[in-house]
């Protein structure tokens, strides 16, 4: 099964208070001390797609989404793609799905054999790009199902009441050959989403949440990212 990969990457800009950490992280670490994911199983045939999020005007300048490209072109089993998103700071979902199945799932026909990744807002159009499309699989870093009553993101559209209420069922079918083929990452200490919000994801999902500590809103590069990637990867395949 040759399987093909969007990763929607996206950060969430909660009234601007992250946005001045959107810049570079890695600029004052040494992110290519990270140790190596571990290896797994056999080789796998396929096209990642990262896709920053809001405030990114610089993708590859932005937390750990060029650390990340660069592993991911390194291990040899994925081909990454990064590229700049319309619309960077507001992210709204009328201006990013459209571009995402049009651009990205080349008009949906490549949706079936791509697993998703979100990050923060990002986890939020991977969420409603499952409630009407067939994907392989989701991987939800630092994900929420409300705007928190900030203002700039409930203007984007993605969450209730104004973008409608979530399709848990539908979200879940669309996820994997098989359905729920998703997994979630959070951190107990993100200063913008608490765990309510995550858990209260997975339980309507019935998915795996992965909690940890000390990831802050997932600035940094995470082995425990790429390893969410190849699970939910190798999921996929054994379906």
């Known amino acids: 099964l040759k399987l093909q990969f969007l990763y929607l990457i996206a950060h969430s800009d909660h009234a601007g208070r992250a946005r001045q950490r959107l810049s570079a992280v890695c600029a ?3 992110c290519s001390a990270l140790p190596k994911a571990a290896p ?4 796998m045939a396929t096209r990642v797609v990262i896709l920053p999020g809001n405030g990114c005007t610089d993708v590859r300048e932005a937390n750990w989404y060029g650390w990340l490209e660069e ?3 390194s291990d040899g089993r ?3 793609v990064l590229e700049e998103m319309p619309d960077p700071h507001r992210a709204r979902r009328r ?3 459209p571009f995402i199945e049009e651009k990205l799932l080349d008009n949906g026909a490549k949706a079936a054999e791509t697993v998703v990744v979100g990050h923060s807002s990002g986890a939020e159009a991977a969420l409603r790009l499952a409630e009407t499309t ?3 699989g989701l991987v939800l870093v630092a994900a929420c199902h409300t705007d928190l009553g900030e203002p700039n993101e409930a203007q984007a559209g993605w969450y209730p009441p104004a973008g409608g209420e979530w399709q848990w069922g539908s979200i879940r079918a669309n996820s994997g050959p098989k359905g729920g083929n998703i997994l979630l990452l959070h951190s107990l200490d993100d200063p913008f989403i608490p765990i309510a919000e995550p858990r209260h994801v997975a339980q309507q999902l019935a998915v795996e949440l992965r909690e940890s500590e000390g990831h802050s809103h997932f600035f940094e590069p995470s082995e425990k990212i790429l390893n969410a ?3 939910v990867a190798e999921r ?3 379906a």
Do not use: E, H, T
């Open 78 to 80: 994925l081909r990454p």
């Open 229 to 231: 990637v190849y699970d």
């Open 134 to 136: 067939k994907v392989a």
């Open 236 to 238: 996929s395949q054994s």
């Open 40 to 43: 797994r199983g056999a080789a």
């Open 71 to 73: 592993r991911l072109a």
């Open 95 to 97: 201006i990013w799905l």
């Open 28 to 30: 004052d670490s040494d």
